[in-house]
T-cell receptor
Framework: NAGVTQTPKFQVLKTGQSMTLQCAQD?????MYWYRQDPGMGLRLIYY???????DKGEVPNGYNVSRLNKREFSLRLESAAPSQTSVYFC????????????FGPGTRLTVT | TQLLEQSPQFLSIQEGENLTVYCNSS?????LQWYRQEPGEGPVLLVT?????EVKKLKRLTFQFGDARKDSSLHITAAQPGDTGLYLC?????????FGAGTTVTVRA
C-alpha cells in the first residue's frame, strides 16, 4: 500500500495563478484533511472531509477550495495564489474515527512569488 | 492563538542525555497524540493517549497524559541521534486535530 500520496512535490507559482494540489489514499479511510505548515506555527487545518460527499472549513480556509472527488481522493485548489499562501501543504486521512489517528502524505512545498 | 502550547521550542542535547518535551492546553481533549516529523516528510504518529493519568512507553520514549486530560509530556531516555526531529502534539476534538507549534530536538553524536 502506498498510504497517502500527494502531487506535486514542489511547485512555484506567480501571484494570481491557480493550481490544484492532489491527494489520494489507498487505506479505505473515510475522513481526509488538508493542512498547511509554516515555521513556528505548527500545522493549521484548512479544510476537512468527514466522509465522501461532505466538506467543512477548518481554521484557515480563506483563499482555498476543496473537492472530495470520491472516497480515495481529496483535492485542494488555490484560485488566485498570493505570497501569503507560500507554505508546505499536507494531506492526511484518519485511521480510527474514535482516536482520530492521522496518516500524513509527504507534503507539497509551494512558493508563490 | 495555539490551543496547544509546546515547550521548549528548541532543544539540543548530547547523545545519551535525557530530555522532556511538554504540551499544555486550557482545553480538554478526547485524545492526545504525539507525532515526529523529519525534514521533507510528513508527521508520523508515535502514540495516542486517551485516559487521564495514562502513561505509555515506546522503547526509550515515555508519554504521559495529565489527570485532567489537558496536558501531556514526552520523555526520551538516553537520546540517540536518530531521535532528532520535530515533535508535535495534537489534541483531538470531534473530527479535528489542533496541533502545537512543535519542539525541534537535535541530538548531537
Amino acid at each position: 500500500n502506498a498510504g497517502v500520496t500527494q502531487t506535486p512535490k514542489f511547485q512555484v507559482l506567480k501571484t494570481g495563478q491557480s493550481m490544484t494540489l492532489q491527494c489520494a489514499q489507498d487505506m479505505n479511510h473515510n475522513s481526509m484533511y488538508w493542512y498547511r505548515q509554516d515555521p513556528g506555527m505548527g500545522l493549521r487545518l484548512i479544510y476537512y472531509s468527514a466522509s465522501e460527499g461532505t466538506t467543512d472549513k477548518g481554521e484557515v480556509p480563506n483563499g482555498y477550495n476543496v473537492s472530495r472527488l470520491n472516497k480515495r481522493e481529496f483535492s485542494l485548489r488555490l484560485e488566485s495564489a498570493a505570497p501569503s499562501q507560500t507554505s508546505v501543504y499536507f494531506c492526511a486521512s484518519i485511521r480510527d474515527r474514535g482516536l482520530y489517528e492521522q496518516y500524513f502524505g509527504p507534503g507539497t512545498r509551494l512558493t508563490v512569488t | 492563538t495555539q490551543l496547544l502550547e509546546q515547550s521548549p521550542q528548541f532543544l539540543s542535547i548530547q547523545e545519551g542525555e535525557n530530555l522532556t518535551v511538554y504540551c499544555n492546553s486550557s482545553s480538554v481533549f478526547s485524545s492526545l497524540q504525539w507525532y515526529r516529523q523529519e525534514p521533507g516528510e510528513g508527521p508520523v504518529l508515535l502514540v495516542t493517549v486517551v485516559t487521564g493519568g495514562e502513561v505509555k512507553k515506546l522503547k526509550r520514549l515515555t508519554f504521559q497524559f495529565g489527570d485532567a486530560r489537558k496536558d501531556s509530556s514526552l520523555h526520551i531516555t538516553a537520546a540517540q541521534p536518530g531521535d532528532t526531529g520535530l515533535y508535535l502534539c495534537a489534541g483531538a476534538d470531534d473530527y479535528k486535530l489542533s496541533f502545537g507549534a512543535g519542539t525541534t530536538v537535535t541530538v548531537r553524536a
